[in-house]
């Protein structure tokens, strides 16, 4: 099918950064074949055009570090760090989701994150038994794009980590004619995942030419167990297991020593920033200046949705900056326009994908998002980059086109049944937090909440 988008103020994320006023992209057969003037390219037939007068057009948002398998327990934890998180909240809801439930659990995640503009995501999943075809499953429902992978751990039980690696390898295979999605092996966190199984996983992803999605230096207790049993902070820690590679791609990254930084550098590995997780767990603010400025791909993510509670790069993008100038008390510290490449180009890099995604240029996919301008929220509009990241949000994108197939339009899903997921949602919400027992555990931890009468 070709494409014709046209009047629209086109935000390219190209290498010259340009934006063209009253300009138009044309589709065909899933990919950009012209950008540039309306009046230039419109001149192509197509057999689809949309009017995208009063509206922005941005390569599609990715998401470069989720769980979707968390996203019933958005709105519901507070005041408690990481790892008490982990043991009042999540283990009790893993234990009881249900496979069945999985696949809901799952769209809804990527219905939210299509209806806020990511048309790209790097999830890892968890679960206890293989699950990474229902999320292919998923993925191939609602159109979006997906680098998935599942917790591969084997701190508690040595099977755990085989079935997860079973569960990848056939994922691998059953992906390989599914160009929208692609698998990575996902080594948990050093703290639940022995040297043995990174050095398996790192040895698999080489051997199958496929990434890897680890965690990496989130905390400080983390450092301090490090430090205790390795005598090495995490990064030197998987240097010395020759983990790294330039398709690594490790989240948070917070708590690095300056040689540390070095070695990923040198070896090419590529980080993802989650300032909402960061701030609500209170894990620590990621040296983002300093990894930008010696030359480390950094991108964006919401981590899962109990630590961000919304699927918004809009929102992630503007705490980046803030968190980052009032942590170094420089207003100059971070930009706007490096937080948008944080979401798009930046995004791309991390998963290597920037020769297909990332930036709306002549031979891309077209993974792409338009923006409603004209309302009262976004009015006036002086800089476009200055204003998405300091006023926008996902409620404002009206369209979503991925692999230049239209998604979501006039801010509805086109793959997915709406009113169908809200009530399975809310149906399987209420049973799991129910039967997991979560509020009496939140609130034996002294966490408070106000009474429905
Ligand atoms: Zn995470």
Known sequence: MNLLIKNGLIVTMDGERRVIKDGAILVRDGRIEEVGKTHKVSKFSAEEVIDARGKAVLPGLINSHTHTHETLLSGVSDCLELYSWSDTVLQPYLKSLR??????????ACAQMIGSGITCYNDMFGYNSPILDVIIKVIERCG???????????AEDPKYASM???DTLAAIEQCRDKPRIEVRFCPFTVLKCSGETYGKTRELASKYDVGLHTHMAETRKEIQIMEKEKGKGTVEYLDSLDFFGPDVVAAHAIWLKDEEIKILSDKGVKIVH?????MKL???????RKLIDRGVTVALGTDAAPFSDDWDMFIAMRLATYLQKVHNLDAAASTAEEALELATINGAKALMLEDEIGSLEVGKKADMILIDLKGVGLTPINDIAKKLVFCGTGCYVDASIIDGEIVMENRCLKTVDESELVEKSQTIAEDLIESSGIWKS??????????VI
């Not at 979006?144 to 084997?154: A, K, L, N, P």
């Not at 209170?282 to 983002?288: D, E, F, H, T």
């Not at 939140?442 to 009474?451: D, I």
């Open 99 to 108: 496979r069945e439930d999985c696949y809901w659990v799952a769209l809804q």
């Open 442 to 451: 939140l609130e034996a931890q002294g966490v408070k909440r106000w009474k």
């Open 274 to 278: 989650n300032p909402s997780s960061n």
């Open 282 to 288: 209170a894990s620590g603010v990621i040296p983002l």
């Open 144 to 154: 979006i794009r997906g680098v998935i992978g599942r917790y591969i751990r084997d």
């Open 164 to 166: 997860a690696i079973s």
